[in-house]
């Protein structure tokens, strides 16, 4: 590995970790009382959903390998914060129709599932700004609201 390779190496991991730390950032300050649930047991944790989509044109090996990667991520994330658990991890394969992972997560928000979606991006959450902002405002005003976190 030349010298300039392994400096692109080591700016690419030090940009992955000043954003993981910006996540645990944001995290921390979501309000904990407007979304925590006050359980029986007198545990108090936010349940988390994280969506997933690729970028790849064609689903081929490199784009399981990535949701892969992203999946771990994302667990490992949520195991290192106390006080949110993962519901789900749902995941589509790129321009695939009607996003059926996507549908079951709005309609688990709408049961009063989950609190808390993470996701990578907006352009990953949805097709386009004013869908984003549409489904963010949705989700805003359900019985039971839900919130995005965008990395």
Do not use: W
Not at 49 to 63: D, K
Not at 79 to 102: E, I, M, T, W
Not at 115 to 131: G, Q, V
């Amino acid at each position: 590995m030349g010298c300039s390779e392994m400096q692109n190496s080591m700016t690419i991991s030090n940009e992955k970790e000043r954003i993981r730390m910006r996540i645990r950032k944001g995290l921390a300050v979501i309000p904990q009382s407007s979304l925590a649930l006050d359980l029986p047991s007198g545990d108090i944790y936010v349940r988390v959903a994280v969506y997933i989509r690729t970028h790849h044109c064609s689903f081929a090996e490199n784009a399981y390998h990535s949701l892969d990667l992203q999946k771990r991520h994302y667990e490992e994330l949520l195991y290192s914060l106390p006080g949110y658990r993962l519901v789900q991890v749902y995941h589509d394969a790129p321009h695939a129709s009607g996003r059926s992972a996507f549908q079951r997560m709005m309609n688990d928000c709408k049961s009063g599932k989950i609190d808390l979606i993470i996701t990578k991006s907006m352009s990953r959450f949805a097709p386009t700004l004013k869908e984003c902002m549409d489904t963010v405002q949705k989700l805003r005003a359900l019985q039971h609201p839900a919130s995005v976190v965008f990395e």
